[in-house]
């Protein structure tokens, strides 16, 4: 069973993925595939993502992965312009203890703070259309559906007996303009290093 993280104790970092910290984040935060972690700190460390984790202390919770070229699906791209280089977000996830906490939020925030500081006006994502809850979060916090249609977002992971599984949901575009000024989620103290 899991216990919720108490809230008054809930302290968030929020950090690049480091070399060092791979092994702990591949045990703490089991990726869709397993060489996903793997993937993503080779690609930031190429310049093409950025990959940042969440952590309480020493127990990472969570990650966001800002793709700083625009999105890689095939499909959305089909519906965007070929030259939109809007960085776009993807891979959020936050560890279920810790949900409703806010970390997800920090998480976004801190990657719209890495994409403002790098002169980006707007950022995206996926929004999967059966996911209320996602869709309610972004739209709180600014996201509007960019009217470029519904798309098919696909994906692999490992199921626990190790088999290779396909799945795909319908999504939405949604986008958010950026702000000059940095700002700090006011619930929880975040520091990307």
Not at 5 to 15: E, F, K, N, Q, W
Not at 37 to 50: C, I, M, S, Y
Not at 112 to 125: M, S
Not at 160 to 171: L, N, T, V
């Amino acid at each position: 069973m899991l216990q919720a993280a108490p809230r008054h104790a809930l302290r968030v970092d929020i950090r690049h993925l480091a070399p060092t910290d791979l092994s702990h984040i591949q045990r703490a935060l089991p990726p869709e595939h397993p060489e996903a972690h793997v993937r993503r700190l080779a690609d930031q460390r190429a310049g093409r993502v950025t990959y940042l984790i969440a952590w309480n202390g020493s127990r990472a919770i969570g990650h966001v992965l800002v793709r700083w070229g625009g999105t890689a699906n095939p499909e959305l791209l089909w519906l965007l312009s070929p030259r939109n280089q809007t960085p776009y977000i993807e891979a959020l996830f936050v560890r279920e203890a810790y949900r409703s906490l806010g970390v997800g939020t920090a998480l976004l925030a801190a990657a719209e703070d890495l994409a403002a500081a790098g002169g980006h006006r707007k950022i995206g994502l996926a929004a999967a259309v059966e996911n209320w809850r996602a869709r309610d979060l972004y739209e709180r916090l600014g996201y509007r559906d960019n009217d470029v249609g519904p798309f098919t977002s696909g994906w692999t992971y490992i199921d626990e007996r190790g088999d290779e599984i396909s799945e795909s949901e319908s999504c939405v575009y949604m986008t958010r303009p950026l702000n000059s000024g940095l700002r700090q989620p006011n619930a929880l103290r975040v520091g990307c290093h």
